[in-house]
């Protein structure tokens, strides 16, 4: 199966910016829209962008204007800008593949293991 591996978080002070990148590993396979989510301590996961295998991206609105995402079809990654962070992004963020064409066969969702970002007031 198509395996998803973050990298980039890390300590940043609040104003500062992160980048976070993702790498689906394997091959030949195909992800229709590809995401980051996060997950701070006692809260539940929740959806912070979204890119299609076309470009379209989707941002909930606490990160609108200061994220960005994008992707590489041809490299299989995706990643996440994160600039002007604040205290309250801190969480653990996971890339995520959703509609996956894997050797013939579907998969709805792959996730990656989480990357902890933590901004400092």
């Known amino acids: 199966q198509v395996q998803l591996v973050e990298s980039g978080g890390g300590l940043v002070q609040a104003g500062g910016s992160l980048r976070l990148s993702c790498a689906a590993s394997?091959?030949?396979?195909?992800?229709?829209?590809m995401g980051w989510y996060r997950q701070a301590p006692g809260k539940q996961r929740e959806l912070v962008a979204t890119?299609?295998?076309?470009?379209?991206?989707n941002y909930t609105d606490s990160v609108k204007g200061r994220f960005t995402i994008s992707r590489d079809n041809a490299k299989n990654t995706v990643s996440l800008q994160m600039n002007s962070l604040k205290a309250e992004d801190t969480a653990v963020y996971y890339c995520?593949?959703?509609?996956?064409?894997?050797?013939?066969?579907?998969?709805?969702?792959?996730w990656g293991q989480g990357t902890q970002v933590t901004v400092s007031s």
């Open positions: 890119i299609t295998s076309g470009g379209s991206t």
């Open positions: 995520a593949g959703h509609g996956i064409y894997y050797r013939g066969s579907y998969y709805s969702e792959s």
């Open positions: 394997g091959s030949s396979f195909k992800i229709d829209a």
